[in-house]
Nanobody
């Protein structure tokens, strides 16, 4: 059974930092592209950052220079380091694992991040 389990969310003041982690089980983790998405109330889910199975990364323009995605294939984890957080970063953050062939797409349950003073 495939499971993606996020952790590390919480309440932080503007300008603060949080570190999100996602542990994967039931998949050959190193063969998957991993992503973090977020969904704020009343808004569509959006890609925050992605790291492919070769280590290449991409970021949403809104988080470039503030967030860093990384992966540890030995530990089956992907991490999102979030610095200089803003109130507009408030959302539920979801971990995603995807593979092109055979096509697979898995999601975690999400973790709440709230940036507020």
């Amino acid at each position: 059974q495939v499971q993606l389990l996020e952790s590390g969310g919480g309440l932080v003041q503007p300008g603060g930092s949080l570190r999100l982690s996602c542990g994967g089980s039931g998949i050959i983790f190193r063969s998957y592209d991993m992503g973090w998405h977020r969904q704020a109330p009343g808004k569509q889910r959006e890609l925050v950052a992605r790291i492919d199975n070769g280590g290449g990364t991409e970021y949403a323009d809104s988080v470039k220079g503030r967030f860093t995605i990384s992966r540890d294939n030995a530990e089956n984890t992907v991490t999102l380091q979030m610095n200089s957080l803003k109130p507009e970063d408030t959302a539920v953050y979801f971990c995603q694992a995807t593979r092109t062939w055979p096509a697979r797409d898995y999601w975690g349950q999400g973790t709440q991040v709230t940036v507020s003073s």
